[in-house]
């Protein structure tokens, strides 16, 4: 299984982007796919997720009311439209899938995933 992530660049502080990922090799009948970002320094951190089985998504604190990430399992896409974007936003962003219906607060944890991309870098200037 491959993932391949697009729709990084440069945006100003306020601005959006939207963010893309397409897996390849198989699709997902159960499990779910998120996102996740790590910046320059710091841990990767969980961004978004939205489970399969019944479409319900779930999101970081730090992006809640500006993020809002959408998919779709038989096509094995997952998108993350970003807005309201800040400096602290930026970071190196990387989709992930898991295969198996964990309970969403085990899905923020970086470990469930079983699948991930190449990652696509994101830059908010001031």
């Known amino acids: 299984v491959q993932l391949q992530a697009s729709g990084g660049g440069l945006v100003q502080a306020g601005g959006s982007l939207r963010l893309s990922c397409a897996a390849s090799?198989?699709?997902?009948?159960?499990?779910?796919a998120g996102w996740f970002r790590q910046a320059p320094g710091k841990e990767r951190e969980f961004v978004a997720t939205?489970?399969?089985?019944?479409?319900?998504?779930y999101y970081g604190d730090s992006v809640k009311g500006r993020f809002t990430i959408s998919g779709d399992n038989a096509k094995s896409t997952v998108s993350l439209q970003m807005n309201s974007l800040k400096p602290e936003d930026t970071a190196i962003y990387y989709c992930?899938?898991?295969?198996?219906?964990?309970?969403?607060?085990?899905?923020?944890?970086?470990?469930?995933?079983?699948?991930w991309g190449q990652g696509t870098l994101v830059t908010v200037s001031s």
């Open positions: 992930a899938f898991a295969k198996t219906n964990y309970i969403s607060s085990a899905l923020r944890d970086s470990i469930r995933y079983d699948y």
């Open positions: 090799g198989r699709t997902f009948s159960s499990g779910a």
């Open positions: 939205i489970r399969w089985n019944n479409r319900n998504t």
